[in-house]
């Protein structure tokens, strides 16, 4: 698998930083299912736990991920620390411990204290997550998934991926592979109730939506796989974006 050695330091460190506190250690996301590309994709990890940890912990914790990340892929890590009894059964907008990405970085390494202070609140995202959880996840130690996350309802997770893609008109000229991809995959669970990649997702674009949208799909597949950015003509991005919003707007 890509990056073991990563994973399992940040097992192990976990382990020792948070003891008999840990439930587990769950990797999602592409790595997870099978279709990761170092130049694209994250590493994304849930870290559950009993109950709540000392800030000290925290900040052990995200030294060890700092640490981590600059060895992870272009785009690093992705981790949630979240308590055992929001997961089971499953609380919405789910309540975490404390989150790290790349966008953080420097937050914490500003000014840590603050930082393990102030990271922490409810994510709409781990609906996503943890359904894919359930779906792909790999138990990296800890309990197994279903004793751990319980079921997300459907409207939950509804919710969580058609909020990540509330933006897709403006943030396709700035990430035009993923919201791409991604807008395809969001209407791929709406109308068949497939639980997808992105990369599996355009594959679904490709074979069940009009032809017309075949390029700029074929376009980010061919980008995903690749190290390559996307040259899509922009309103023609635009206007993919749109279009498929309707779609999806419409079968909520």
Known sequence: ????????????????????QLTGIYLHGSLAMGCFNPKKSD????????????????????????????????KGLEISVVRREYCK????????????????????????QDYVEKMKGT???????????????????????????????????????????????EDIIEDPVYVTLNLCRVLAFLEDGLYLSKRDGGA??????????????????????ADEDMKTDREEAVLFAEKLSEMIACRR
Request: glycine share 4%.
């Open 123 to 169: 994510d709409m995202d781990l609906a996503a997550h943890f359904t894919m959880l359930h779906k792909y996840g790999i138990v990296l130690c800890g309990e197994e998934i279903e004793k751990v996350f319980g079921e997300v309802p459907r409207q939950n997770y509804i919710d969580s991926i058609c909020s990540d893609i509330q933006s897709a008109t």
């Open 1 to 20: 698998m890509y990056y073991r050695n990563i994973l399992d330091a940040f097992t192990a460190g976990t382990r020792e930083i948070i003891g008999a």
């Open 89 to 112: 059964p499953f609380v919405y907008p789910t309540p975490f411990e404390l989150h790290f990405s790349p966008m953080h970085r420097q937050w914490f390494l500003d000014s840590p």
């Open 204 to 225: 679904w674009g490709l074979e069940h939506l009009p032809s017309g949208y075949h390029a700029v799909i074929s376009d980010a597949l061919k980008c995903y796989a």
């Open 43 to 74: 590493i994304d990890l849930i870290v559950a736990i009993e109950e709540t940890i000392s800030d000290a912990q925290k900040r052990k914790l995200m030294e060890l991920i700092v640490s981590l990340n600059e060895k992870a892929p272009a």
